[in-house]
């Protein structure tokens, strides 16, 4: 398939090349032996990556089963990838380095450094109730249900695009959606019933979709890893408070 993207003479650049380029980035050109490589080694992350992101519904599922509550697992789960993610955080750069203005647009009062924070806790509180409906979801169902019914927030993001941008979603793009459900449903049917976890997990996709479309509408106007860790943060300190909040609610129970 040809994903090159068209240059300013003319030619076309594909691959990583042309991701880099688009970032203000470069890379040295490599010869054949080495383009051959870094493709093979860049489909081996990628089905690493896959294996990676598949494996944890059962590592939530055996988790859940073990006594550990949603709102600890997503704690620990985004409270460990916020650590990680501490050398990209915006504090070692500048304001005016935390925002495009080209893409930004104008007419607001918030500094650049402000506008960060409320993007990326908007997509915090998207992603956090993606995961952690996910994992109350899990509950009750399967693994493997979750996982497919999870999916589904890919067909979700064309209706919300839809429904709250307003865009016209061509014919052939619901055909795939409805042929996508279908498949969702046999994949999803294991001679059982549905049950409330299924529906939490729906939630838990329409979640993830919103994530995704506001995404598109925050990614251009702040570098990516900068913005990964405000919302990685925000998760964080969201299931924290749910973790607070619970305590208290069971101090209140056993002190009544």
């Known amino acids: 398939a040809d994903h090159g993207w068209q240059n300013g003479s003319g030619g076309r650049e594909f691959g990583g090349e042309a991701l880099l380029r688009q970032s203000g980035l470069t890379m040295a050109r490599l010869s054949p032996d080495s383009e051959a490589a870094s493709?093979?080694?860049?489909?081996?992350?990628?089905n690493l990556v896959a294996m990676l992101w598949g494996s944890q519904h059962a590592i939530q599922k055996d988790a859940i089963s073990h006594g550990i509550t949603p709102p600890v697992l997503n704690f620990l789960r985004f409270g460990i990838a916020a650590v990680l993610f501490l050398p990209w955080g915006p504090w070692w750069r500048s304001d005016s380095s935390l925002l495009d203005t080209s893409a930004?647009?104008?007419g607001t009062a918030l500094s650049s450094n402000q506008k960060l924070w409320f993007s990326g806790f908007e997509l915090g509180i998207y992603q956090f109730l993606g995961f952690l409906l996910q994992t109350l979801g899990m509950q009750w169902t399967s693994a493997i249900r979750a996982a497919f019914l999870l999916y589904l927030n890919v067909k979700f993001v064309p209706i919300l695009t839809m429904l709250f941008l307003r865009r016209q979603i061509s014919h052939r793009t619901w055909v795939s959606v409805g042929l996508a459900l279908l498949g969702t449903t046999l994949l999803c049917y294991d001679g059982s019933p549905p049950n409330i976890g299924d529906l939490i997990?729906?939630?838990?996709a329409l979640a993830s979709a919103g994530f995704i479309v506001r995404l598109e509408t925050f990614a251009p106007q702040f570098p990516s890893m900068v913005l990964t860790e405000c919302t990685l943060i925000s998760v964080t300190l969201l299931a924290?408070?749910?973790?607070?909040?619970?305590?208290?609610i069971q101090r209140t129970s056993e002190g009544a």
């Open 39 to 46: 493709y093979a080694s860049g489909l081996l992350l990628l």
């Open 104 to 106: 930004a647009g104008s």
């Open 201 to 204: 997990c729906v939630g838990a």
């Open 240 to 248: 924290g408070l749910v973790i607070c909040f619970q305590s208290g």
